[in-house]
């Protein structure tokens, strides 16, 4: 006997209990159900965390280049074998300290066989120290070389800035490496022209020994329609001055130096560079003509024997 096949049901969707209704303005809304709840429950959550953590993003650690690190050893080349001397020191002595600590606390239990107490306890003191003292010397050596590596940074950035020569010839900063001493003077009109007026007195000299002013007009605003109230570059200016190039990214990298130098805004500052492109010297005021004109050795000699070839520096070890 053949078993006849149970019908098929079709299962149909279960309406919903309550339509969509309109508002008296005109929207719609959907009725709520125990999924849209769900969602509408998530998206609260949701929510409530995006306006607790803030729209602005936690800040993220400077990355440096290959290239800054390699220059960083290579300007404090004694640095890393430090570090790793003094962390291996401090976690020798932090190793001491949890042994000399777990002997003191069984001994102070009663353990028959373990070293006396007075001991213990001196050594606990002893490893200690030294470990918050090499933990005080790597730390300090960390911070001096990422505050190193901050600044190379910098002088990698500016090096990328453009300026244009007398003869409209559009160069970067590294292209000017072992031709020029770049002395940057960026601010008002008023204080460009100061610059500009007091490096004229010493033109021969400054040109003797390769310096090169690149006056920067910074505005309120962050125009550059002061540049062209300053004087024009001339053919006699070939080796004497020049005109910055996108002075927005100027005033970027200008900026950025106050803040870490903790200068107020609106005040003029210089930056000398030196043949290799380092920053030699900085500081607030007209730039020092006269003592660039005594100190840095003409270009066509090798200076001191003491003076790095390009006027006495800071060495970072």
């Known amino acids: 006997a053949r078993v006849a096949p149970a019908p098929r049901r079709v299962?149909?969707?279960?309406?919903?209990?309550?339509?969509?209704?309109?508002?008296?303005?005109?929207?719609?809304?959907?009725?709520?159900?125990?999924?849209?709840s769900s969602l509408g429950s998530r998206?609260?959550?949701?929510?409530?965390?995006?306006?607790?953590?803030?729209?602005?993003?936690?800040?993220?650690?400077?990355?440096?280049?290959?290239?800054?690190?390699?220059?960083?050893?290579?300007?404090?080349?004694?640095r890393v074998a430090r570090m790793f001397l003094f962390g291996a020191f401090g976690a020798n002595a932090t190793l001491g300290f949890g042994i000399a600590t777990l002997q003191a606390v069984t001994k102070a239990l009663g353990a028959p066989n373990g070293p006396p107490l007075d001991q213990s306890l001196s050594n606990l003191g002893i490893n200690l120290a030294c470990a918050l003292f090499f933990g005080f010397l790597y730390k300090r050596d960390a911070d001096g070389r990422d505050k190193q590596?901050?600044?190379?940074?910098?002088?990698?950035?500016?090096?990328?800035?453009?300026?244009?020569?007398a003869g409209g010839k559009v160069v970067s900063l590294y292209d000017l490496r072992g031709f020029s001493r770049v002395v940057v003077a960026a601010g008002d009109v008023e204080y460009?022209?100061?610059?500009?007026?007091?490096?004229?007195?010493?033109?021969?000299?400054?040109?003797?020994?390769?310096?090169?002013?690149?006056p920067v007009v910074i505005t309120d605003d962050g125009g550059i329609s002061g540049n062209t109230l300053l004087p024009q570059v001339t053919d006699a200016d070939r080796k004497f001055r020049a005109s910055p190039v996108s002075v927005e990214k100027w005033r970027r990298w200008l900026d950025e130096q106050k803040k870490e130098a903790g200068v107020a805004e609106g005040k003029g500052v210089y930056v000398g560079l030196r043949m290799d492109g380092r920053v030699r010297s900085s500081g607030v005021g007209v730039p020092p003509w006269d003592r660039f004109a005594v100190e840095l050795p003409p270009t066509d000699s090798w200076g001191g024997v003491m003076d790095g070839f390009d006027g006495r520096v800071g060495v970072d070890t």
């Open 192 to 214: 460009c022209s100061a610059a500009i007026e007091t490096a004229e007195a010493l033109r021969d000299p400054l040109v003797e020994r390769g310096v090169l002013l690149v």
């Open 43 to 78: 998206a609260s959550r949701a929510l409530v965390v995006r306006a607790a953590g803030g729209d602005t993003p936690p800040p993220r650690k400077e990355e440096f280049s290959n290239a800054t690190k390699m220059r960083s050893e290579a300007q404090a080349p004694f």
């Open 149 to 165: 590596m901050a600044r190379i940074s910098r002088e990698e950035r500016l090096s990328n800035l453009k300026c244009e020569l």
């Open 11 to 36: 299962a149909r969707a279960a309406p919903l209990s309550s339509r969509a209704s309109h508002s008296r303005t005109g929207g719609c809304f959907l009725a709520s159900t125990p999924r849209a």
